[in-house]
């Protein structure tokens, strides 16, 4: 497949800006502005923006714990996803949720949740939904490869594939399950093996090279909008950082480590489009200090937003208070 | 007016629901063509319906569960069965980390209006792992509301009301009331959640209880009647929200308060309502709050033993004597 100019370019830019978004998280997260913990997406940008890019406006996603990048991605508003992350009133979940549940639901994300492969079934519901109220609504559910271990990774699938619901699981394989490898976890190296036991064609792609993912969901996604039910798309990527906030990833041999680092999803995605003429390092540069603007405005904005009044934490529970 | 059964009364009200919204459907395992449900409940829906919006399942409850979270956040309004309470334990993660908590942890971003439909409660001899009453696990997480019906009016009216509702609802129902006839209209009405109903009135005891413990009460209610004693039998016909008001305003006019439950006695949902009386009306009681439940033991299989779980009409009775 040819893959357009402009949508190298979207790419190049979507895979940049989840880049610089997590930078500043790290930064603004250095200041310890940041309460708790954080699950940083940095080194996997080119899943979050190969898939959303191959997605419409309507589609949806699921998230996970590792959110930020697939919810930005999406096209959520940086201000908001920030200042969430910072417990600010103006953020998304009104500070009620934080990094692990950063959400933007009308820009089409279900959710993201803290309990590892909870969101798989979740998706499956969407889908169906999508599939009853007889919309072309395409649902992404992003996982990782330690969640492929779980219960709900069969039961899903195995649902998906019955009702041939408009679904594209994106197993995003960072090669580790916190500190576990996948060595120890998975009798085969492919996740997208377990796919295929489940009557769901599945392939694995290079998930620092956002055209390669890209592509991959461009043809789920049909299949999927022409009722040919579900697909497994397998990433296999890495993270730059630790599992979270104070994993220094220790564990991770040096040269895995050095391996990976010499494979940058923005260098990637940015030689590409060189390559193909999309863009020039002039036109590079200025969507990069266009971004760096808009990040560094929304830790701006976060930073400088008030705190939720404490008896706020009594609000949402119900949608009338009982 | 006509006399159905409970069973009867809840397919009635699914089906005057789904009729009206083309989004409610119901979801889990035979409930379909097949079987209609392993209580018959669903029994004729598919056939009315198709078997779109009245879907057989895998044996997966994480997964009906999760399911019917993810359609009820995207438009549907999906009525999810987890054929026996016990099982709603391989979906505690959808239930009470993902459906009870979206509202809240996404900042009122997303509603989740489902039904989960189960059941509860003994006297089948099937054992422990189909014959518990698991409700205040529920109760015990925010986010959920809980609907109890002992009665065919109450579930068809309750029903209609939960499926309207944007918040989860965890509607359980009871093995032993199945069958049990009652007039019940044949046009639409709902019944509000959180308004118990005073089932019996009386002037020296209150009696508080849930699902078939209700009907045990009223019958002890009528025998202590012969010996003169006058006993007021609630039936809070939803737990969350709860009608704290009936509740208190009983007690302040008996001063004796009983509850019970088939639930096993250690956290049961009768302990928070005994916490809630003595907080609010501590200075109106005679005597001890007496809770009749089950022991703390799985539930056993051999009919003596079940016998001997489950509260009988004698323990009520004794509880209720030993204040009066």
Redesign the interface.
């Known amino acids: 497949m040819a893959v357009k100019k402009a949508t190298l370019v979207d790419l190049f830019t979507r895979t940049l800006k989840v880049r610089l978004f997590e930078e500043k998280v790290w930064d603004i997260f250095g200041q310890n502005l940041v309460p708790g913990t954080l699950h940083l997406y940095l080194g996997q940008e080119a899943v979050a923006a190969g898939v959303t890019v191959a997605l419409k406006e309507t589609d949806?996603i699921?998230s996970t714990h590792r959110g930020h990048g697939h919810v930005v991605a999406k096209g959520a508003d940086m201000n908001a996803a920030m200042a969430e992350l910072l417990g600010k009133k103006t953020?998304?979940?009104?500070?009620?949720?934080g990094s692990m549940?950063i959400?933007?639901?009308?820009v089409g994300v279900?959710?993201a949740?803290?309990?590892v492969a909870?969101g798989?079934?979740?998706?499956?519901?969407?889908?169906?939904?999508?599939q009853?109220?007889k919309t072309d609504e395409v649902v992404a559910c992003f996982f990782g490869d330690g969640a492929s271990n779980n219960?709900?990774f069969g039961?899903?699938l195995?649902?998906a594939a019955?009702w041939q619901l408009p679904l594209v699981w994106i197993v995003e394989n960072n090669l580790y399950a916190m500190g576990t490898p996948i060595t120890l976890t998975c009798p085969s190296q492919n996740i997208a093996d377990r796919g295929e036991a489940y009557c769901t064609p599945s392939v694995v792609v290079d998930g620092n090279n956002a055209v390669e993912v890209y592509e991959a969901t461009v043809e789920a996604v049909k299949r999927a909008r022409e009722g040919g039910g579900p697909s497994l798309i397998e990433c296999k990527t890495y993270r730059m950082r630790g599992h979270s906030r104070f994993d220094p990833a220790k564990y991770r041999p040096q040269d895995e480590v050095d391996h990976w680092m010499g494979r940058d999803a923005v260098e990637i995605i940015k030689n590409i489009a060189l390559e193909q003429k999309a863009l020039t390092e002039k036109q590079a540069e200025s969507i990069r200090k266009k971004l760096q603007k808009a990040v560094d405005k929304a830790g701006d904005f976060a930073i400088k937003s008030e705190h939720p009044a404490p008896e706020e934490a009594l609000?949402?529970?119900?949608?009338e208070a009982? | 007016m006509t006399e159905i059964t409970y069973r009867d009364a809840l397919k009635q009200g699914l089906r005057e629901e789904m009729l009206r919204d083309d989004?409610v459907?119901i979801m889990g395992e035979d409930v379909g063509l097949n079987w209609g449900g392993a209580f018959k409940v669903t029994k004729g829906l598919a056939e009315e319906f198709g078997e779109?919006?009245v879907r057989d399942?895998?044996i997966?409850e994480?997964?009906?569960?999760?399911?019917?979270?993810?359609?009820?956040?995207?438009?549907?309004r999906?009525v999810a069965e987890i054929m026996f309470g016990d099982l709603i334990s391989l979906a505690m993660?959808?239930v009470c980390?993902?459906a009870a908590k979206?509202?809240?942890?996404?900042?009122?971003?997303?509603?989740v209006p489902l039904v989960l439909r189960s059941v509860f409660g003994g006297g089948k001899n099937i054992a422990s792992h189909h014959s518990q009453s698991l409700e205040a696990w529920f109760m015990h997480t925010?986010?959920l509301?809980i609907a109890v019906p002992a009665f065919a009016y109450d579930a068809k009216g309750l029903i209609k009301t939960a499926i309207r509702d944007?918040?989860p609802v965890m509607f359980f129902e009871h093995k032993l009331v199945y069958d049990r006839k009652e007039e019940v209209p044949e046009e639409e009405y709902l019944i509000p959640f959180?308004e118990a109903k005073v089932r019996r009135e009386g002037a020296d005891v209150t009696v508080w209880g849930t699902f078939f413990m209700v009907h045990k009460a009223l019958e002890v209610a009528e025998e202590l009647a012969k010996d003169g004693i006058s006993v007021e039998v609630i039936d809070p016909r939803t737990l969350?929200?709860l009608d704290k008001k009936t509740l208190i305003d009983s007690v302040k006019k008996t001063g004796r308060l009983v509850l019970v439950t088939e639930e096993t006695k250690t956290g049961a949902t009768t302990a928070e309502i005994a916490a809630i009386v003595q907080e609010e009306a501590f200075d109106w009681l005679d005597a001890p709050v007496m809770r009749v439940n089950a022991p703390d033991t799985p539930v056993p299989f051999s009919p003596t033993l079940e016998q001997y779980f489950i509260p009988d009409n004698k323990r009520i009775a004794d509880a209720i004597r030993e204040i009066v």
Request: net charge neutral.
């Open positions: 949806w699921q953020g998304s979940c009104k500070g009620k949720g549940h959400t933007q639901f009308d279900l959710g949740t803290g309990v909870s798989l079934p979740i998706a499956v519901g969407a889908a169906l939904s999508a009853m109220r219960g709900t039961e899903s195995n649902m019955i609000d949402d529970v119900f949608k009982i | 989004n459907f779109d919006r399942t895998p997966s994480n997964a009906i569960a999760g399911a019917a979270v993810g359609a009820a956040i995207t438009g549907m999906p993660d959808q980390n993902q979206m509202r809240y942890m996404f900042g009122g971003q997303t509603s925010p986010g509301k944007p918040d959180g969350v929200p």
